[in-house]
C-alpha cells in the first residue's frame, strides 16, 4: 500500500465514516479533525482558532483585521499582515503535505487534493449521497435536529461553506466531476459497498501504476 487518498464530501454522505473505514482496511492513518489539531500544534496557532476557520472562508476584512490585531499584535510582516482565514488556510496546507509525506494515509476535506497535486501516488475521491440518505443520517449524529428541514438546512449551510471554501482556495470546483479522480453515490450501494468498491479501486490503481 503506498497511496495517499484525499475524500472531499458532501455533509451527510458518509464520507468521514467511509474513510475511516477505508484507512482500517489498509491499515494506514485517517486524517479530520486530527490534522486540525497536527495543524494547530506545528503552526503555533491555538486550536480553537483552527477550528472556528475549518473549511469556512472568512470574507469580512474588519473580523480579519480585528482578529489579526488580537491574535497577533501588529507587526509589519507580510505574513503576519495576511487574514487570518488565509494564515489557517496556509496552516492546513503545510500540516497536509508534511502528513503526506510521511507515507499512505486518508485525508478528508481541507482542499487535500489541492495541496497534494505534485504527489504522484494521490487518489482524490468525492463522496455525495441522495438527499433523503443525508437527511436520515444527519437526524441520526445529531440529537438536536429534530426535523427533516433543520437537516436540510443544516446539510446546505456545510455544503456551501465547503463549496465556498474550496472553490476559494483551489484551482477547482467543489464537487465537480473533472475535479476527482473518481465521484461516488454512497446511496447506491450503502456504506459499505461503496468502501469495499473503492479499496478496490485502489488496490487496482496501484497494480495499475506497477504495471
Known amino acids: ?14 464520507g468521514r465514516e467511509i474513510g475511516e473505514m ?10 479530520d479533525k486530527e490534522l486540525l489539531s497536527r495543524a494547530a500544534k506545528e ?10 476557520h475549518d473549511e469556512r472562508p472568512t ?6 483585521l480585528v482578529m489579526d490585531t488580537y491574535s ?3 507587526n509589519s510582516s507580510s505574513f503576519v499582515d495576511m487574514p487570518i482565514s488565509h494564515k489557517v488556510f496556509l496552516a492546513q496546507f503545510d500540516t497536509v503535505k508534511k502528513i503526506a509525506e510521511e507515507g499512505p494515509c486518508v485525508i478528508v476535506g481541507r482542499c487535500a487534493d489541492y495541496a497534494l497535486s505534485e504527489f504522484p501516488n494521490v487518489l482524490n475521491l468525492f463522496i455525495c449521497a441522495d438527499e433523503e440518505s443525508k437527511i436520515k443520517r444527519i437526524r441520526e449524529r445529531f440529537d438536536d435536529i429534530t426535523s427533516d428541514d433543520k437537516a436540510r438546512e443544516m446539510m446546505n449551510k456545510k455544503d456551501k461553506q465547503r463549496q465556498s471554501y ?12 473533472d475535479s476527482y479522480d473518481l465521484c461516488i453515490n454512497s446511496s447506491i450501494l450503502g456504506i459499505d459497498g461503496t468502501v469495499k ?14 504495471a
Open 197 to 210: 468498491f473503492i479499496t478496490q479501486y485502489i488496490e487496482d490503481f496501484e497494480q495499475a501504476r506497477k
Open 1 to 14: 500500500m503506498n497511496t495517499i487518498i484525499t475524500i472531499g464530501r458532501q455533509f451527510g454522505s458518509g
Open 22 to 31: 477505508v484507512a482500517n482496511h489498509f491499515g494506514i492513518k485517517c486524517y
Open 166 to 177: 474550496y472553490n476559494y482556495y483551489s484551482s477547482k470546483k467543489w464537487g465537480r466531476a
Open 59 to 64: 470574507n469580512s476584512f474588519l473580523y480579519n
Open 43 to 52: 503552526s503555533g496557532f491555538c486550536e480553537e482558532m483552527i477550528q472556528n
Open 72 to 74: 497577533f499584535g501588529y
